[in-house]
């Protein structure tokens, strides 16, 4: 599993995170509500839909695949990863997790 110290530092204006070892990953939590996950590349990707995942779309950002290892089958998740601008001011990284949490 990847060293989530930094994200939970990151994300600590939200509120209580906490995290779980899930999805391959780990899961992080706000006040109990999931809204990213980080796997073993260490990238943490912000569970969105509607409105953020159509914006980090537009910039480039990356949507999170998972692979069937029963048929090579590539299944898409609504899971987009955090900008490179946003590990380094919390601001906006908090900015984009709070608009995950409202979409969910």
């Not at 995170?17 to 990707?45: Q, S």
């Not at 089958?73 to 995950?100: F, K, T």
């Amino acid at each position: 599993m990847p060293d989530t110290a930094f994200y939970r530092d990151l994300f600590e204006p939200l509120g209580t995170i906490t995290t779980r070892n899930m999805m391959g990953g780990t899961v992080f939590y706000a006040d109990g509500r999931l809204f990213a996950t980080v796997h073993g590349d260490g990238r943490l990707f912000l569970r969105t839909k509607a409105a953020l995942a159509e914006r980090l779309k537009a910039d480039g950002e990356t949507q999170l695949t998972w692979t069937r290892p029963s048929d090579g089958h590539v299944q898409a998740m609504g899971y987009w990863s955090l900008p490179e601008a946003a590990l380094e001011d919390p601001d906006l990284a908090c900015a984009l997790a709070r608009e995950a949490l409202a979409e969910a």
